[in-house]
């Protein structure tokens, strides 16, 4: 590898315009370990995005490293469909054991295609399988990914859009606190789930984000989820979890749910689920729910021995005891309460949401979202916008960060979003000062 630096403009020319994430971060990323990224022209980047959740254990983590270069070395099977190796039963068993057993859980695993969007597909076709019905209840602002299926239960009226087929299958309501604190979004669900006349045909499954990730950092409390959870039994509809983004460790638990005592039907699993940042997915199924039959879902790549061996060995450093988990819920708060202050300094407009290191800073305003990120990018911080009008700062830094990076990329934020505000142009002073009024 070298660090040549080479013109972004020349990988442009080649890449399709569909590429995103380059155009809010222009720069060509050469190297990265734990939370810091090298551009190929030698600029040092804090990396608060962590590959949308996939690095969770931070960027090349050396440790995790470790495992899978040895396994590499020893001519172990790397490929192999999805046959039985010592990779994919350790992985089994240590999961079981470590994640599952010491939480009272017990699923089977389903190894899928890599990506999240695969699994998701999976569960969905699994839960119709299961109850033979068809309709699966998604949330306002839910992303599920971007294969047909997936995104018949996105929200996101651009991404329904460049689907160009019709998307079916699905009924959307109002997630936790979408229509404002005093109205109870799961007795109106219950409401019509439970009316024959509410013109919802009867649900295979209930899909759900603990926190949106996408979506803008939106946080179910505890009592929704559980109520959520209760009407899918009583109306005999599975209850998915949708923990790609929010498992792992990111909400402060290895589950997203575990805070609320529920236990999901289906949990899907992806992005940090390997360790390593390369892709892993998942799906555990109570046992009673395994009706599938031999190769109703197959894939190429199901259940990666790479990523299997990794993802057991971030299992075995990480959450064998619960310091790792605590460490996270105290940076969080860390974290929280920084970004509070920065809010509070800048009068009501603001908010600060999200669970453990998932949190987000709405900015009301997706000019004023916009330009700091991108004045952040500049400083060396890189932060993603989420939210329906990408309006809400989303931080995402790695579990493993040290708290000096961590201040250092406060820092960046809260400058930039000073200089956003105070700064050079006239046109966002003007705007910020009638944000909430809209
Ligand atoms: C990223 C994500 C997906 C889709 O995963 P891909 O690997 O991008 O297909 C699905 N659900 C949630 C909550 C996600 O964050």
């Known amino acids: 590898m070298t660090d040549e630096p080479r013109s972004e403009t020349a990988l442009q020319s080649l890449e399709s315009n569909v590429r995103s994430y380059p155009i809010s971060f222009p720069a060509v990323f050469s190297r990265a370990r734990g939370s810091i990224m090298l551009t190929a022209d ?23 490293r470790a495992a899978i270069t040895e396994y590499l070395a020893s001519d172990a099977v790397v490929h192999g469909l999805d046959l039985a190796t010592p990779a994919k039963l350790e992985f089994m068993e240590t999961f079981n054991a470590v994640i599952l057993r010491e939480r009272g859980l017990r699923y089977r695993f389903q190894f899928t295609g890599p990506t999240g969007a695969n699994a998701i597909e999976a569960a969905l076709k699994l839960s119709r399988k299961v109850t033979g019905r068809q309709n699966i209840i998604s949330f306002t602002n839910g992303f599920h990914g971007m294969s047909l299926g997936a ?32 109205v109870d979004t799961a007795e109106y669900l219950s409401t019509l789930l439970s009316d024959d006349s509410s013109g919802i045909d009867a649900p295979a499954a209930i899909l ?3 926190v949106q990730g996408e979506g803008g950092i939106n946080v179910a409390r505890k009592e929704w989820l ?32 575990e805070f609320a005592g529920i236990s999901p039907d289906i949990v899907v699993m992806s992005k940090s689920l390997s360790g390593y940042g390369v892709p892993l997915s998942m799906l555990l199924i109570k046992e009673e729910h395994d009706a599938w039959r031999p190769g109703e879902h197959t894939g190429t790549f199901r259940g990666n021995n790479l990523a299997l061996v990794s993802a057991t060995a971030a299992i075995n450093i990480y959450w064998r005891s ?12 860390a974290m929280r309460s920084r970004l509070d202050v920065i809010a509070s300094k800048r009068g009501h407009h603001f908010s600060v949401r999200g669970r453990g290191m998932a949190l987000g800073f709405d900015c009301q305003a997706a000019e004023i979202a916009e330009a700091t990120a991108r004045k952040a990018f500049q400083k060396g911080l890189m932060i993603e916008r989420c939210g329906p009008n990408n309006q809400v700062i989303k931080f995402l830094p790695a579990l493993t960060i040290d708290l000096e990076t961590l201040n250092q990329g406060l820092d960046i934020f809260e400058l930039s979003l ?12 003007g705007r910020s000062s009638s944000v909430g009024s809209t």
Do not use: W
Request: proline share 3%.
């Open 226 to 257: 559980q109520s959520i959870q209760a009407i899918a039994k009583s109306v005999g509809a599975l209850f998915i979890v949708d923990d790609i983004q929010m498992g792992c460790g990111r909400t402060g638990d290895f589950f997203s749910f």
């Open 42 to 64: 030698g600029r040092k980047i804090i990396d608060f995005l962590s590959g949308a959740g996939a690095l969770n254990y931070g960027h090349n983590n050396h440790q995790i």
């Open 322 to 333: 619960c310091t790792f988990a605590a460490g996270v819920r105290q940076m969080g708060e």
């Open 208 to 210: 759900v984000e603990t």
């Open 418 to 429: 000073a200089e956003t505000l105070d700064g050079s142009s006239s046109d966002l002073v």
């Open 151 to 182: 995104s018949a239960v996105t929200a996101r009226r651009n991404y329904r859009a460049a689907c160009g087929v019709p998307l079916s299958g699905a009924t959307f309501v109002p997630y936790d606190g979408f229509l404002g604190p005093a």
